[in-house]
């Protein structure tokens, strides 16, 4: 973790940061939409919540992105039609509703963009899904109708700059296993 000056992260990609009066505690972007392959997905969530501008709040504190439930049915049926290498199966926890048997190394999942304004950040496979068991894998996303997050799964790998003195997050991929 920087702060000040070490802080700056060069060569990302940024995006408005917003807050809102009603949710003091969280920050917000504007999703405008996601794309699985090349299937684009418009955010059907307004861009303007309780009158305030950002309709996605980002959050290192939660794990899994939660989206919208109708947007999450379309989500998931995108990336399931182009996932190669495994067999659909069902959460041993009950709670992700997209899951595969799968050697994870070898499961081949479509690439997946998030479209913030101004900020394209495009998530590998370590950022979309996750490992539930030693032969369950699943979708790092899920349909929630009371708030949308980007979660920290989706967070992981990228160095992420918070400047609120100019109101903007910063994406830049990295391995953060390497540095």
Do not use: W
């Amino acid at each position: 973790m920087n702060f000040g000056q070490n802080a700056v992260v060069s060569g990302a990609v940024s995006t408005p940061l917003f807050s809102h009066v009603s949710q003091p505690t969280f920050y917000f972007l504007k999703l405008e939409a996601v794309t699985v392959g090349k299937e684009r997905l418009a955010f059907g969530g307004s861009s303007v919540v309780d009158g305030e501008e950002g309709n996605i709040i980002i959050d290192s504190g939660t794990t899994v992105t939660l989206v919208p439930s109708d947007f999450f049915a379309q989500l998931s049926d995108a990336v399931d039609s182009q996932v190669v290498g495994g067999e659909k199966a069902r959460d041993p926890q009950d709670f992700l509703s997209l899951c595969y048997v799968a050697d994870y190394s070898r499961l081949q999942v479509p690439p997946i963009t998030f479209h913030f304004q101004g900020a394209d950040v495009e998530l590998t496979r370590d950022n979309a899904f996750v490992q539930v068991s030693d032969t369950v894998t699943c979708l790092a996303f899920y349909g929630s109708d009371d708030a949308s997050i980007y979660g920290n799964v989706a967070q992981q790998n990228f160095l992420i700059g918070y400047d609120l003195q100019k109101g903007t997050v910063s994406f830049k991929p990295t391995d953060c296993a390497r540095n």
